[in-house]
């Protein structure tokens, strides 16, 4: 029942996939390696995390965070396996297993726009207007819906299989277990928002996102919608994990949330993680949040375990992390963050110049993109921002390169490109 989940057939490649036992590398680690060294990743390093423009060194990016979420999603493959590996062991070695879940984990934020969740809004709420004027009327409705509910995941299925090495058919032609492991959302824009909340890819990438799901034995229903992969659950609950512990950390090292308030969370997830009150704050702090981590970890892996099951013929619906023990702590560390940091003066003040930034640059990219006699302002913004824009593609796809040009830029990027081309100056 494993075996087409661990696929290492390359999605996008007509050649077959090699046999395992022949190659030195195998073709998870190469799919690591992949992401791990591509520009869109390194991107990463300047894209918010929890705040934007940290003061301290220590404040996590979009990079770190990936880092970690990978780290983490390793050791819930190291468990899940030690529990099938009597059933997989001749599909996949546990190296391998590791691989797949770490690579997903390693790209789940890759698409993701300058400014995080708020560059998100920012694009949605810009393609909302924008879309209302005249000259958009050749749009189909789920191609509306793509760019009005504007995604990062489906944009780092867009990255990963479109953008980076878009010279050939599937961009890095990742396996199709490590596509399969990364896709939390696992439907296109305009399926009903019955069973995912959110969606998973473009109308203009559907053929490889099918590709995926259809190597892995999973058929889609009369929407479009797949049932999840199951290592995407293990993907799933390693960022869910990190976002809620790590953020919590961050805003205390940032100052906005009071360390006896994070300790108190913490010991709640894990008896006795923070240590003593005689140890300095910032070692509490470390200790409780590698500990709380682990912690909800191994409540994952057994919650994976009790509903293998279902995970595996598709029928398990909602999250891992929703169904462990700790569940009211961890919710808890979430609120914490959401109410303390992300609605912090500091936060909200980068937030808006970021949003305004975003939503200024996708005017002027769209008029050049669109211009049927291109003007030499258009000509000039063509050429600095690289935007390739051919006569033969549809409006759709003309305004999906305007945001893949803008969800590509880091936040300093983002900023300052706006000011050079409109002349503006951002607080």
């Known amino acids: 029942m494993w075996e087409p989940f661990l696929s290492s057939k390359r999605i996008g490649s007509s050649r077959p996939a090699p046999d395992r036992t022949e190659v030195s590398r195998s073709e998870f680690h ?8 591509s520009s869109a990743f390194r991107r990463l390093s300047d894209k918010t995390q929890v705040v934007p423009f940290p003061k301290s060194d220590y404040t996590r990016q979009r990079l770190t965070h990936s880092l970690e979420v990978s780290c983490v999603g390793r050791s819930l493959a190291t468990s899940v396996y030690e529990m099938v590996h009597r059933e997989i062991g001749d599909l996949a070695s546990q190296g391998d297993f590791e691989a797949i879940v770490a690579a997903a984990c390693l790209a789940h934020d890759i698409g993701n726009p300058p400014f995080g969740h ?6 949605q ?12 009327d050749s749009l189909t409705p789920a191609e ?9 995941n489906a944009q780092s299925f867009r990255v990963l299989t479109r953008l980076q090495m878009s010279n050939r058919r599937g961009g890095m032609r990742l396996t199709a277990a490590t596509l399969g492991a990364l896709v939390k959302y696992p439907r296109g824009s305009a399926a009903p928002n019955t069973v995912f909340k959110k969606h998973g890819c473009f109308q203009d990438d559907v053929e490889l996102f099918a590709e995926v799901f259809e190597t892995a034995g999973r058929t889609a229903d009369e929407h479009g919608q797949f049932a999840r992969h199951p290592l995407a659950l293990l993907s ?3 960022d869910d994990i990190c976002y809620a512990i790590i953020d919590l950390e961050d805003g205390c090292k940032a100052g906005l949330i009071p360390v006896e308030k994070a300790f108190g969370i913490l010991e709640k997830i894990q008896s006795g993680s923070t240590g003593s009150d005689d140890m300095p704050d910032s070692d509490r702090l470390s200790m409780g949040r590698a500990i709380s981590i682990n ?8 919650v994976f375990q009790r509903h293998t099951e279902s995970i595996l013929d598709g029928t398990f619906e909602g999250s891992l992390i929703k169904l462990v023990p700790s569940f009211k702590p ?15 003066e500091r ?41 390739q824009i051919d006569e033969s593609m549809s409006q759709y796809q003309k305004l999906l390169a305007c945001t893949d040009k803008v969800s590509g830029m880091t936040d300093r990027y983002c900023i300052d490109l706006f000011r050079k081309l409109s002349g503006h100056a951002l607080g």
Request: with cysteine; charged share 25%; glycine share 4%.
């Open 30 to 37: 190469k799919d690591y390696d992949r992401i791990i060294f």
């Open 347 to 387: 936060v909200l003040e980068l937030e808006a110049a970021g949003y305004r930034a975003i939503q200024g640059l996708l005017e002027i990219l769209t008029a050049a993109a669109m211009a049927e006699s291109p003007n030499s302002f258009d000509n000039h913004v063509r050429k600095l921002t690289h935007l």
């Open 144 to 152: 509306r819906h793509d760019l009005t509910l504007f995604e990062g």
């Open 295 to 302: 912690a909800l970890a191994n409540q994952c892996a057994e």
């Open 236 to 238: 799933e609950a390693a």
């Open 125 to 136: 709420e810009w393609a909302a207007d924008a879309l209302q004027r005249s000259r958009f």
């Open 330 to 344: 961890y919710s808890k560390a979430k609120r914490v963050a959401c109410e303390q940091v992300f609605n912090s």
């Open 118 to 123: 708020f560059g998100e809004k920012a694009i």
